[in-house]
């Protein structure tokens, strides 16, 4: 029954599983449409062995678990990369690094269904991802504090789990800085 | 008539809430401005009259005040959790104040008193107050606190304050659970087993 | 104070937490609409005595030949602002009968969702009226997840989607050959197997499978003898 209006975690996993990644299939797709499939999102393919494509993650990890792929690396997921990310991160207290809006839900995927695409660097990938996400949060949390009416806070590049993090009390607190505010409008900062 | 005015400024949609129910039922310090006849003992058991006289003082639940003000026929003041001395506090750092103990609905009891007719607004004091605790609140529930002093915490914060609290508590809890491992909606096991008191067997 | 045991059966309601639902409290809610029953008769009663007072002032005003329109009830604070007590009363009682029985229904509900049928216990805490209504929403439900009048789905069967039609399981004890629909496979104890969701489940419910997070590891290495 659905009592809960806001999303959790999984129901962000799901909507982070139409995106899109590349495998090297290790099967070829003899259809008429040029050996590629059609769906709800969008036609992907051609199927051919050891020729990279891209397709939704949903379909990547069906394959993977059936032997039937290998899912890459995306360009972002590796060690260079987020140090970098993770550097900026930490040098701009105002400023949110750009990253893919389903990066915890895209490398927990990843971690879990294509180890093995990160061969030796999915320890230090996978402590990457935690540092980020772990001094991202802590950077919100000082960006709402500064929340004193029922005004805006400015927050760029936040990611879909960050936001859903704080959107229950973010919402909550501004619901109640605009309930008391409202009844008396003189008395806003 | 009556009952609708009170909820009526704001919280119409709450008509089934508990916690607007609950709300309500504060009491707070009155005067009649009019005799009443028949309902003393029922308003104050404490007095042996059947009448109340006029100008006499009683303790009068949220939901009944809007009737009689918007009549004219009773006075309202200043409940004492919104007085000079809880101004004086806020003043100096409302951080530590234990609202639950004063008014546990300390902000929805000050909207329903500035919605009631004739009485005293206190709504620049509780938004005074929201805001010098707002930080607080945000601060404590991101925050890695053992479950005990999370509890502490909590026993400070208004009902109010508290649902935002646990609010922001449980949706870093979701992240973190599904983050490390663990399955989807593990608290819906164990409400099951709480609803129909027999332990839960199984899959389905 | 009036509204004192409806506000009772709310509080109960509040106290016991939004997961459980306490026995439906019939003697309170009798005693309630007996508190009801007092008030309206007292209503009546000071009504009565409103409208004598009202009669004889204007009788009054009539004899010394002023004019008697002005008089209102207003003119006997005593008894109007009893009466509006009163009133108010009446209708916070009601609003909390109607939070009472509302917010039981609402939990009710959320049960029918979480298991089929009532256990006994929880059967005992319910009135007759709301098992009633437990079995019709029931009905209701079972007709609209029906395959002929419905959408053809147990909708409670998952809290959340299956991410796939199969799944990882582990066998936790040797079960011999069993024939799934993709072909047969033996059922060794330890070892790690991809199968249709539906197929497993009636096995892991009797604790021959258990769901596995992911596949073993020569699943990854064989996939890539494919490069």
Not at chain 2, 133 to 154: D, F, G, Q, V, W
Not at chain 3, 164 to 192: C, I, N, Q, W
Request: glycine letters at 6%; proline letters at 6%.
């Amino acid at each position: 029954m659905p009592v809960d209006p806001s999303f959790s975690p999984y129901d962000l996993e799901f909507f982070a599983e139409d995106d899109v990644v590349k495998i090297v299939p290790s099967f070829s797709l003899p259809t008429f449409s040029h050996s590629s499939i059609r769906c709800i999102g969008g036609a992907f393919g051609p199927f051919k062995p050891n020729i990279p494509v891209e397709v939704p993650l949903w379909l990547a990890v069906a394959l993977q678990k059936r032997n039937n792929c290998r899912i890459l690396q995306p360009d972002w997921l590796n060690t260079e990369t987020l140090q970098e990310a993770l550097d900026q991160e930490k040098n701009t207290a105002a400023v949110f690094h750009r990253l893919p809006f389903h990066y915890l839900e895209i490398s927990k995927i990843l971690f879990l269904h294509a180890k093995e695409a990160f061969g030796t660097d999915l320890l230090k990938v996978k402590e990457l991802v935690g540092d980020i996400c772990k001094v991202r949060l802590s950077k919100i949390n000082a960006g709402l504090q500064v929340l004193q009416g029922p005004m805006t806070v400015k927050l760029n590049n936040l990611s879909a789990a960050e936001c859903n993090v704080i959107r229950p009390f973010f919402q909550g607190a501004l619901d109640r800085f605009h309930l008391l505010a409202s009844v008396c409008l003189r008395l806003l900062p | 008539m009556a009952g609708g005015a009170v909820r009526g400024a704001r919280q119409g949609g709450d008509y089934y809430s508990l916690d607007a129910v609950l709300a309500e039922e504060t009491l707070i310090p009155c005067m009649f401005k009019c005799g009443s006849r028949g309902v003393g003992r029922a308003l104050d058991p404490s007095s042996g009259a059947e009448d109340v006289k006029p100008r006499a003082a009683a303790e009068l639940p949220l939901w009944m005040l809007q009737a009689l003000t918007s009549r004219d026929m009773l006075a309202v003041k200043v409940p004492r959790w919104y007085g000079e001395k809880m101004r004086r506090k806020i003043q100096a750092g409302a951080g530590v104040e234990n609202l639950r103990l004063r008014c546990p609905y300390f902000y929805d009891v000050a909207l329903a008193l500035h919605a009631t007719d004739g009485a005293p607004s206190v709504a620049d004091l509780v938004i005074s107050t929201f805001r010098s605790r707002y930080k607080e609140i945000l601060t404590k529930a991101h925050s890695n606190e053992s479950p005990k002093e999370m509890a502490r915490i909590e026993a400070l914060l208004s009902v109010e304050e508290a649902a935002l609290f646990n609010a922001g508590r449980a949706s870093l809890d979701a992240l973190n659970r599904w983050r490390f491992g663990g399955r989807a909606n593990p608290t819906r096991t164990r409400a099951k087993r709480r609803l129909d008191g027999a332990p839960v067997n199984g899959s389905r | 104070m009036f509204g004192k045991r409806a506000v009772d059966l709310v509080k109960e309601l509040s106290a016991a937490g939004s997961d459980s639902l306490p026995p439906y409290n019939d003697e309170q809610v009798r005693l309630v609409l007996e508190e009801i029953a007092e008030h309206s008769a007292t209503l009546k009663e000071l009504s009565g005595v409103l409208n004598e007072k009202k009669r004889l002032r204007e009788a009054e005003l009539e004899e010394r030949g002023e004019p008697s329109t002005s008089v209102s009830f207003g003119d006997f604070p005593e008894e109007t602002s009893a009466f509006i007590v009163h009133h108010t009363s009446i209708l916070r009682n009601k609003r909390l009968l109607l939070t009472y029985m509302k917010e039981r229904m609402d939990r009710i509900k959320r049960l029918r969702w979480q298991q089929r049928s009532l256990s006994e216990d929880t059967k005992q805490n319910l009135s007759q009226a709301e098992i009633e209504w437990f079995n019709t929403y029931s009905q209701l439900l079972s007709g609209y997840m029906r395959r002929d009048t419905g959408v053809g789905m147990d909708l409670t069967l998952d809290e959340s989607p299956p991410k796939d039609p199969d799944m990882y399981v582990r066998v936790l004890r040797d079960y011999g050959e069993v024939a799934f629909s993709m072909g047969s496979v033996v059922l060794k104890k330890g070892s790690t197997h991809f199968l249709p969701r539906a197929e497993a489940d009636p096995l892991i419910r009797e604790g021959v499978l258990c769901p596995s997070q992911s596949g073993p590891i020569e699943a990854f290495n064989s996939s890539n003898d494919y490069v």
